[in-house]
């Protein structure tokens, strides 16, 4: 009897352990590669974008630049104007600027492909960069 009993803490013990290794090399699997010839918006993203996705964003922009219109002498009072204005302002009306289709990751890739004379780009490790400009300002930009 004191047999099974060991017999069976020991397989619980193993199905424990094996769970816990599955489960943590599993992430390791989830990363995939980037087809970089089939990178970007496709045209039913593009599509929905125009038709759905775009329309909703300016009238976020809109809503968001008259709710904070409404609530600036609160955010006044609070001392938090600025955030304010970042999350209900300039977030909702910089979102309408990504590119037709895009996700957030290939608007930010395609626009640091443009070129900028006064602009030295080094990637440092992915998905950072430093951006140094000519009047040696240093910017790190996080991707």
Request: hydrophobic residues 55%; without cysteine.
């Given at each position: 009897m004191v047999w099974k009993t060991t017999i069976k803490n020991?397989?619980?013990?193993?199905?424990?352990?094996?769970?816990?290794?599955?489960?943590?090399?599993?992430?390791?699997?989830?990363?995939?590669?980037?087809?970089?010839t089939d990178f970007g918006p496709s045209y039913e993203t593009m599509a929905v974008d125009t038709v759905v996705g775009k329309p909703l964003?300016?009238?976020?922009a809109v809503a968001g630049t008259a709710a904070y219109i409404v609530s600036l002498p609160f955010s006044i009072a609070g001392g938090n104007a600025e955030q304010a204005?970042?999350?209900m302002v300039v977030e909702p009306w910089e979102a309408l600027q990504r590119c037709l289709g895009c996700t957030v990751a290939e608007d930010n890739y395609y626009k640091s492909q443009a070129s900028n004379q006064g602009l030295v780009r080094?990637?440092?490790?992915?998905p950072s960069e430093i951006l140094i400009s000519t009047n040696d300002q240093v910017i790190v930009t996080p991707q």
């Open positions: 020991n397989m619980i013990t193993l199905g424990t352990i094996a769970a816990i290794t599955a489960a943590s090399i599993m992430p390791s699997y989830a990363a995939i590669e980037i087809n970089e964003q300016l009238v976020a204005q970042q999350k080094i990637v440092v490790d992915q």
